[in-house]
Nanobody, 125 residues
Framework: QVQLVESGGGLVQAGGSLRLSCATSGRSFSTYDMAWFRQAPGKEREFVAAPSRSTISANYADSVKGRFTISRDRAKNTVYLQMNILKPEDTAVYCC??????????????????WGQGTQVTVSS
């Protein structure tokens, strides 16, 4: 079983930065694919970022490319999301997710087996 706990959310002005953390437990964490998603009020959950399994690069939603960076520390069982140049439209609950088995589809929430409770990010204009 894998447990995911997010932290680092808060209120920030537009143009500011936040760093989210997703601490995991479970002995198989290192083999799971991880990702960050977000959900704004009244909107569907959307993919934000995921590390690439095969390369050191990562995959990002177009809306966050160049502003967000995802990283993974396997020794600490933690995934991070560094968010810079935040915009009011980034306001959402951010959740990390894990899936046990590899698939080329890293954007669909349905592909993920485990979810954290989420952390609120609010960006004021």
């Amino acid at each position: 079983q894998v447990q995911l706990v997010e932290s680092g959310g808060g209120l920030v002005q537009a143009g500011g930065s936040l760093r989210l953390s997703c601490a995991t437990s479970g002995r198989s964490f290192s083999t799971y694919d991880m990702a960050w998603f977000r959900q704004a009020p009244g909107k569907e959950r959307e993919f934000v970022a995921a590390p690439s399994r095969s390369t050191i690069s990562a995959n990002y939603a177009d809306s966050v490319k160049g502003r967000f960076t995802i990283s993974r520390d396997r020794a600490k069982n933690t995934v991070y999301l560094q968010m810079n140049i935040l915009k009011p439209e980034d306001t959402a609950v951010y959740c990390c997710a894990a899936k046990r088995y590899y698939s080329s589809d890293y954007e669909s929430p349905a592909m993920y087996d485990y979810w954290g409770q989420g952390t609120q990010v609010t960006v004021s204009s």
